[in-house]
């Protein structure tokens, strides 16, 4: 069973910063992407950021420059630092890692972290 667990969040001052990690365990040989959703209250999941095991790097139109992902495939972790901070940014942030290959993707998802960012 593979189980990912996100830490860091929690309230933050507008234009402060803050850093999300998740950690995969369990029986896993490796993700060919791990990333960072976000849900907003009222609104549908939306990508924020992705990282191949190759280091391939894709954001959201959103973030604009504000949020860097990192991560390690070996280890299975991976980062997201956000700085300036906007109010808009307010979510459950949700750790998203993949495996497999072809038609068989399977498809992880930690519980979410929240972000609360006050004006």
């Known amino acids: 069973q593979v189980q990912l667990v996100e830490s860091g969040g929690g309230l933050v001052q507008a234009g402060g910063s803050t850093k999300l990690s998740c950690a995969a365990s369990?029986?896993?040989?490796?993700?060919?992407?791990m990333g960072w959703y976000r849900q907003a209250p009222g609104k549908e999941r939306e990508l924020v950021a992705t990282i191949t095991d190759d280091g391939e790097i894709k954001y959201a139109s959103f973030v604009q420059g504000r949020f860097t992902i990192s991560g390690d495939s070996a280890e299975k972790t991976v980062f997201l630092q956000m700085n300036t901070l906007k109010p808009e940014d307010t979510a459950v942030y949700y750790c998203?890692?993949?495996?497999?290959?072809?038609?068989?993707?399977?498809?992880?998802w930690g519980r979410g972290t929240q972000v609360t960012v006050s004006s």
């Open positions: 369990g029986t896993i040989l490796s993700f060919y992407v």
């Open positions: 998203n890692a993949k495996s497999g290959a072809g038609i068989t993707i399977y498809d992880y």
